[in-house]
């Protein structure tokens, strides 16, 4: 059997700001002995990013856990809140200002721990909104985007610097070299120490 818990911070944040509703009236009902797809999907969604301690991402964790709290609140409530959707689309766009300044605040802190939460605030908007809206601007959700990032400056301290595989790692938000290994051969094609190789025998040519 697997348990999943959701605090209940999140659940009342997202009742008042996404639904408009006040948390203290609104219940979850209990349930036993029925299936919901989409909570199964991200609950395992959940399961398989933990047990995947090394490239563990901890924004992805984050929408995930919202997404679980928006479904319980949407389906298991003791009163109808209404259409998620429809508060999505009335909720308006991510402004070129606020999306350029969390793309600065990415690149200024890339090598720290990056949550939808603090991305959120960033950009002055519910984390819900938030995510959805940053993949309709960029075309990739939140997560993928820091990924692409952190691999990106991975390859440039790699190409044009001598910097330690192992700093370059910290450097570029990994928790460790095995980390970086890992991701870098499964987006690169290549392990760090090959990329940096095959870099320095072009420039020698």
């Known amino acids: 059997m697997l348990l999943v818990y959701i605090r209940k911070t999140i659940v009342e944040r997202l009742a008042a700001d996404v639904f408009e509703r006040d948390p203290e009236q ?13 909570l199964e999907q991200l609950v ?29 609140l949407k389906r298991y409530t003791s009163k109808h809140i209404g259409s998620f959707e429809n508060r999505l689309y009335e909720s308006g766009d991510l402004s070129q200002f606020h999306l350029n300044r969390v793309v600065d605040y ?8 990056l949550t939808i939460g603090k991305l959120a605030h960033v950009a002055s908007m519910n984390p819900i909104y938030f995510a959805r809206v940053f993949k309709k601007r960029l075309g990739v959700a939140p997560h993928q985007y820091i990924l692409f990032k952190r691999i990106e400056r991975a390859k440039e301290l790699l190409a044009y610097s001598d910097t330690p595989i192992v700093e370059i790692a910290l450097a570029s938000g990994f928790s460790s070299q095995s980390h970086l290994s890992s991701v870098f051969k499964q987006i690169v094609g290549a392990t760090p120490g090959n990329f940096r190789s095959q870099k320095g025998e072009r420039s020698n040519r």
């Not at 609104?26 to 989409?38: T, Y």
């Open 26 to 38: 609104l219940e979850i009902i209990p349930g036993l002995g029925f299936r919901d797809g989409l």
């Open 44 to 72: 395992l969604a959940v399961l398989s990013e933990l047990r995947n301690e090394k490239n563990s991402n901890p924004v992805y964790v984050d929408t995930l856990a919202n997404a679980i709290a928006i479904q319980l």
């Open 106 to 113: 990415i690149a200024a802190f890339l090598d720290s721990e």
